[in-house]
């Protein structure tokens, strides 16, 4: 199957600090991506949905201007999660579509906030 | 209700049991049926992925689609303990690629 993946794979950082992750389309052009979280024995949310060239649809109770998502090219999307705290302490995984509606997952970055 | 319905577990069964996992959903919309598996603190891997009704099988995987029941199900034939996971089902309208995933499934296979 295609690959997704992401960077970093784990962050710890001080609280109102800038987290930035990286998903990458490895082999195959995603023209959508997506961003979930998952909070401990939950199921993954949707964040939101980025389209490349174009701004991202955030679900609703997601905050855009604390989650800001950058989808430059067929192959990368970036979440920033800015001035982050530790209730934004959560596993980030992003997934890319390939356009027959099968959405592949990266290995996830889990965010520790201090 | 809940769109998707998913028992949480732990599903705990000996290695070599048939394994049913099962979701039900409210939305009868729902064309496109995934499934999941995620070990521990790793992205979701994708098992099945079934449009519409009926069976599809990939080795020792059956995924089932019951539409007029709204009820999906996973069967893992010769469970071994390298299955152990979490299993999550997934569901979309359509093009707009936005899925609903269930809660998932802790599955356990004990040697």
């Known amino acids: 199957g295609a690959v997704v993946s992401q960077h970093p794979s784990r962050v710890i950082c001080k609280s109102g600090t800038s987290v930035k992750i990286e998903c990458r389309s490895l082999d195959f052009q995603a023209t959508t991506m997506f961003w979930y979280r998952q909070f401990p024995k939950q199921s993954l949310m949707l964040m939101a949905t980025?389209?490349?060239?174009?701004?991202?649809?955030?679900e609703q109770g997601v905050e855009k201007d604390k989650f800001l998502i950058n989808h430059a090219s067929l192959t990368l999307s970036t979440l920033t999660v800015a001035s982050a705290h530790p209730e934004d302490s959560s596993f980030y995984i992003c997934s890319a579509g390939q356009g027959n509606n099968e959405q592949f997952f990266g290995p996830g970055t889990r965010l520790t906030v201090l | 209700q809940k769109e998707v319905e998913q028992d949480p577990g732990p599903l705990s069964v000996p290695e070599g049991a048939i394994v049913s996992l099962n979701c039900t959903y409210s939305n009868s919309a729902f064309q496109y049926f995934m499934w999941y598996r995620q070990y521990s603190r790793k992205g979701p891997e994708l098992l099945m992925y079934?449009?519409?009704?009926g069976n599809k099988e990939d080795g020792r995987f059956t995924a089932q689609v019951d539409k007029s029941s709204k009820y999906i199900s996973l069967f893992i034939r010769d469970s071994q303990p390298s299955d152990s996971a979490t299993y999550l089902c997934a569901m979309g309208e359509g093009q707009g690629f936005s899925f609903i995933f269930g809660k998932g499934t802790r599955l356990l296979v004990k040697p």
């Open positions: 980025s389209n490349e060239g174009s701004k991202a649809t955030y």
């Open positions: 079934t449009y519409s009704s």
